[in-house]
């Protein structure tokens, strides 16, 4: 598998929007360490609610660990399998879990569905046909376990069109404008890999990674928290060559987000880094403590 021009689903939301305290654990160096690649980024995102984070990325040749604010992923491809850290425990993130998850949303919608029928039974005519009404303009009464057909389409990929030369940081860069519907999109400032003072495998884990966590998330009809697709470099599923060091969004002509690489480098890490977790497990789909219900 080669890192550019490679084709797969994407399909990922990286806003992992649950509250974490996550404390990241340190680089270490040294012959006994796994050599692998550190990336840190930073995203704004721009108005009421906005605010910035900062998210560290480190890569070896077998395991992608994702430290964040919001929460740690670590995904291992000889284990077929992933975890995520949260409040102090962790949970698995497998294919497996996500169908047990998906019955149970089945069997209690089919309940639910059930005791909506007998009440609809009782109704007068008129009644019943203003409930039913309402229901179908609410989405009521469709199928609502997600995954119940087939994958999500991916997102549509805007056309882009190179402009000048510019540098985030010590890397110069190409400016790439893209457009969906000839309005500005994105706006992108990518280099090589190569250019970065990487070598061209070294984050071809991160393909592996996407289409565990891209057949996880259609387990359920939608995506699933993973890797950052901005990361991968590819394309033919990004619509521009090199990897993005900066891109800025925008909705209705108006910059929305910003996401910026700040460091991005050959290191060893500590193995443990991505090893299955040490803490109290807790099942898929069971908010975190403190969560809300």
């Known amino acids: 598998m080669t890192l550019f021009g490679s084709r797969f689903g994407l399909a990922w939301a990286f806003a992992l ?21 550190v990336i840190v980024r930073t995203d704004r995102a721009i108005g009421p609610g906005g605010g910035t984070r900062t998210t560290t990325i480190k890569l070896t040749h077998n ?37 047990a998850v998906k019955n149970q949303m089945a069997t209690h919608s089919g309940a639910m569905k059930a005791e909506m029928d007998k009440a609809l039974a009782t109704m007068p005519p ?15 009464g469709v199928p609502e376990v997600p995954g119940a057909a087939s ?8 056309t882009y069109t190179k402009g000048a030369r510019d540098k985030v940081g010590p890397w110069g860069c190409d400016v790439y404008d893209g457009k969906l519907d000839g309005r500005l999109a994105e706006r992108v400032c990518a280099t090589g890999i190569v250019d970065l003072g990487l070598k061209d495998g070294d984050i071809e884990i991160m393909l592996y990674a996407a289409e565990y966590f891209w057949e996880l998330g259609s387990e359920f009809g939608g995506a699933s928290s993973g890797p950052p697709p901005d990361l991968l470099g590819i394309e033919a599923e990004q619509g521009f060559p090199g990897y993005a060091l900066n891109r800025k969004r925008y909705k209705n002509g108006e910059l929305a987000h910003d996401s910026t690489v700040t460091k991005a480098e050959r290191v060893e890490f500590d193995p443990s880094l991505f ?9 898929f789909g069971v908010p975190p403590q403190g969560a809300p219900k």
């Open 275 to 283: 090893a299955k977790p040490n803490l109290e497990e807790r099942k």
């Open 17 to 37: 929007g649950v509250p974490v305290a996550m404390l990241l654990a340190p680089v270490t160096s040294g012959a006994a360490g796994t050599p692998g690649v």
């Open 63 to 99: 395991a992608v660990r994702i430290d964040s604010d919001a929460a740690s992923i670590i995904y291992r491809r000889d284990l077929d399998t992933a975890w995520m850290i949260q409040g102090g425990r962790y949970m698995v993130m497998s294919k497996e879990a996500a169908r």
């Open 126 to 140: 008129d009644k019943r046909a203003l409930v039913e009404k309402m229901m179908r303009e609410q989405g009521v």
């Open 151 to 158: 994958p999500p389409p991916k997102p549509p990929v805007p």
